[in-house]
């Protein structure tokens, strides 16, 4: 019993801090929280913030042991406050790797320069094709054939950060903008969370997934 606790104890002492932004619910949130559960994942989800108090991936997380915390970004709480008070957080938190999943605002430059961690996103494409909103219909007006996501370093420039892994998926006749959601979110998943595990042990291969 000593000997686990040694190994707990001292596993706990090396593991690295994730915070996770999200928007709305959750799915990726919940994949990568449910992966650093595991006894062999070099990371620990410290909390989950959203800007919206009605974000369902709050209550997954919180139904995961998960701290939660509500930064509103509105009329009266503007993008600035909000980034002011995340750094403030993320300084407490001795946080190492922020990742953003599904987090529907974007980070400016002044944060990015101040926050010395590593921040990473997933983009519903194969960048550098097809950055900004709305992927899935995009893909389908250009009648590609393959679709896909991208785990990527979030700088100033929109999705335009170090590639450090892709997935892909096939589009099928009949395929809308929701069944593409649908096929790719399982892929989006299993992408995040080895590139997560790869970039906090120090490797550098690019991930790809087919």
Same mark, same amino acid.
């Given at each position: ?9 001292? =596993? !706990? ?5 994730? $915070?996770?932004?999200?928007? &709305?619910?959750?799915?990726? #949130? ?7 559960? +595991? ?5 620990? @989800? ?9 974000? !369902?991936?709050?209550?997954? $997380? ?5 701290? %939660?915390?509500?930064?509103? @970004?509105? =009329? ?25 999943? &599904?987090? #529907?605002?974007?980070? +400016?430059?002044?944060? !990015? ?15 550098? +094709? ?13 009648? +590609?054939? %393959?679709?896909? $996501? %991208? ?15 892709? %997935? ?20 989006? =998943?299993?992408?995040?969370?080895? @590139?997560?595990?790869?970039? #906090? ?10």
């Amino acid at each position: 019993f000593l000997y686990g606790k040694f190994i707990l104890n001292d =596993r !706990l002492k090396i593991l690295k801090n994730i $915070a996770i932004l999200i928007s &709305g619910t959750g799915s990726n #949130m919940e994949a990568i929280i449910n992966d650093t559960l +595991s006894n062999d994942h070099p990371g620990v @989800v410290k909390f989950v913030l959203s800007n919206r108090s009605d974000a !369902l991936g709050l209550l997954k $997380a919180k139904k995961l042991g998960i701290k %939660t915390f509500v930064f509103p @970004v509105n =009329r009266t709480n503007s993008l600035e406050n909000f980034e002011k008070k995340l750094l403030k957080l993320l300084i407490k938190e001795k946080i190492d790797l922020l990742c953003l999943a &599904g987090f #529907m605002k974007v980070l +400016s430059k002044k944060f !990015l320069i101040n926050f010395r961690g590593n921040v990473l996103n997933i983009h519903p494409s194969i960048l550098p +094709s097809l950055k900004g909103l709305n992927t899935h219909k995009r893909i389908l007006e250009k009648k +590609s054939i %393959t679709h896909g $996501a %991208t785990v990527h370093k979030v700088i100033p420039e929109l999705d335009s950060g170090k590639i450090l892994g892709q %997935t892909t998926i096939k589009i099928s006749k009949g395929d809308t903008h929701d069944k593409l959601a649908k096929k790719l979110i399982k892929k989006e =998943r299993y992408l995040y969370i080895k @590139v997560i595990r790869n970039i #906090m042990t120090g490797k550098n291969k690019i991930i790809q997934i087919d």
